[in-house]
């Protein structure tokens, strides 16, 4: 039988790259950079080129947003979020007496996880998209969109403020 392990950083430890070893490496926003940069620099050419330069311009635009969304994701360590919303969600005001983290912590990982996705975008302008695709994000959490709103906007508000800060 084969047995094998995930080693999970502990808070304050480099996302090392898995190839390179390289600090910093965030698969998810490179992933996630990489897909909007290629769709959008492959219709630019596509509209000027024609369908060449679209599958040439989605290959560039892909390393370029694939470096964007890279940039984006190092602002944002998802352990340490967790671990701030697990301190203080108690204190939040839109938080039910008596409700456990567990049933909030998936409408702040989509805050910070959609924060990543639209980076240019304010909370309010992307909440429709956010809405739509909450039913796939919740995962165990009992609350409705109405309900999760307020959680994913302070920890998108949060991610952004820190962005600023940078």
Same mark, same amino acid.
Request: no cysteine; charged share 20%; proline share 7%.
């Given at each position: 039988m084969t047995t094998s392990s995930t080693?999970?950083?502990?808070?304050?430890?480099?996302?090392?790259d898995p190839i390179t070893g390289a600090p910093g490496a965030h698969p998810v926003?490179?992933?996630?950079?990489?897909?909007?940069?290629?769709?959008?620099a492959g219709a630019a050419a596509g509209t000027v080129v024609g369908p060449v330069g679209t599958v040439i311009g989605a290959a560039a635009g892909a390393v370029i947003g694939g470096l964007a969304g890279?940039?984006?994701?190092?602002?944002? /360590?998802p352990t340490a979020e967790e671990a701030y919303w697990r301190e203080n969600y108690s204190?939040?005001?839109?938080?039910?007496?008596g409700t456990s983290f567990d049933n909030y912590a998936?409408?702040?990982?989509?805050?910070?996880s959609s924060y990543?996705?639209?980076?240019?975008?304010?909370? /309010?302008r992307a909440e429709p998209s956010l809405r739509a695709d909450w039913?796939?994000?919740?995962?165990?959490?009992?609350?409705?969109w109405d309900a999760a709103r307020s959680a994913s906007r302070d920890s998108w508000q949060r991610?952004?403020?820190?962005?600023?800060?940078?």
């Open positions: 080693y999970v950083n502990k808070p304050g430890e480099p996302n090392l926003g490179t992933g996630l950079g990489a897909v909007a940069g290629g769709m959008a890279k940039g984006v994701a190092e602002l944002v /360590d204190t939040r005001p839109y938080v039910t007496k998936p409408a702040y990982r989509y805050g910070v990543q996705r639209y980076p240019d975008q304010t909370f /309010d039913e796939n994000a919740r995962g165990d959490s009992t609350l409705s991610v952004a403020a820190h962005r600023a800060q940078v």
